[in-house]
């Protein structure tokens, strides 16, 4: 069966599981626990492993989803799940203490999966706080990755059509880069 | 002749505004303005639409038809320029609704398939940043037009040809990506190199599996 591995990553309470949950055909596996950092974020469980969910291409082919948890010290995950990944979707919520900040460091920290595959940004709760703007955020991808043309959406994790438009334009835009050679398709299986 | 009287048509006043129907002349108004960088704001008055309010500085908009109901064949009866800038009083209450979603639609309905004027023969473009899709009603040929424009400089007949699209529906998305000033233009960029034929890569294309799984085989 051909599997094609897409990773949600970002900073605790940025919607990785909801948005996992909006895409997946199947019941998400959740692994939820108690928040030990609720001085970062006000949310009684967060994701503490991964959270898992797929979508059934054809009876030969799955799209499987992984959300891995946001905080530092879960970092040994995301070494063994980028080597199998093809792409990333990051969410960053645009009311978390350093949105700017938080997506450069997830970026610096899974840029080889931009390198042979690609990436999608995508804003959360942007309609809820006034935090940076998109062209803020693009701007900074500008400055700390220069020549990185990385789509960043504003999206809200609960709409389901909304992370239909991330993840064809994720899987749209890692095969025009392949198409480009700007990776190998070898590397993008 | 059968005789019935027609009663001619009452002559253009001078100094008028030229009633205008789609949205070309306002693409052309709205270009200009932004090209001179000056703090000035636009209003359009819309037969059955209303006035169309834009701020420049703030790149906002005030309407009151939702873009999800975009009128592609509007009436515009008038055209107005309005003095912005620190002393002058807002045109709406701000913040208003971003920009870019209606320099989208007019773009993408304007100049019907055709270059827009300030665009020249011989360029190929790239992206400098991907539109908000989540927030722009599009379909999924204008994915894999914005993605290769993401990735290459290319003309729009490459463009066409690369994603299998009309070359007036490329047209119509290079014009909105000018006119929000996302694409950057260029007479000396070369063809690029494509290294997966695009046949091959439509046949192992996941996202025309996808698109099709999630119900999106539009485009």
Known sequence: MAEHVILFTGPMGAGKTTS?????????????????????????????????????VDADEKVRLYGIPGQQRFNFMWSILKKRAKGMILLVNSDAPDPIGEMTFF??????????????????????????????????????????????????????????????????????????GMITEAETA | MDGTHVAPEPAPQPGRFPVSVGWTQAAIAISSVMVLKTPMNLKMNIEMHGPLLIDFEHHAFSWSTPLEHFPVDAVHTGLETIAGGPDAPPLFELPGKDLDGLLWQIGLNSFDGKP??????????????????????????????????GNAYVSTEELARYTGVALDEAQRLVNALSLMRILSRSAEAPAAVVVQETAAAKRQSLFGRLRKRLGRSDG
């Open chain 2, 116 to 149: 827009a004027f300030w665009l020249s023969s011989g360029e190929r473009y790239r992206l400098t940043r991907w539109p908000n899709l989540t927030q722009h009603s599009h379909d999924m040929s204008q994915v894999k037009m914005i993605a290769v424009l």
């Open chain 1, 20 to 56: 996992i949950q909006s895409l997946s055909e199947i019941e998400v596996v959740r692994t939820e626990a108690n928040n030990s950092e609720r001085h970062i974020v006000d949310k009684e469980t967060t994701t503490v492993a991964l959270d898992y969910g797929e979508i059934l």
């Open chain 1, 107 to 180: 970026l610096d920290e899974f840029r080889e999966l931009y390198d042979r595959g690609g990436v999608v940004i995508g804003i959360t709760r942007a309609d809820v706080v006034a935090g940076p703007s998109l062209d803020d955020f693009a701007k900074a991808l500008e400055r700390t990755n220069p020549g990185l043309l990385i789509p960043v959406f504003t999206v809200d994790p609960r709409d389901r059509d909304q992370m239909v438009n991330v993840l064809l334009a994720l899987i749209a835009n890692i095969e025009m880069r392949a198409m480009f």
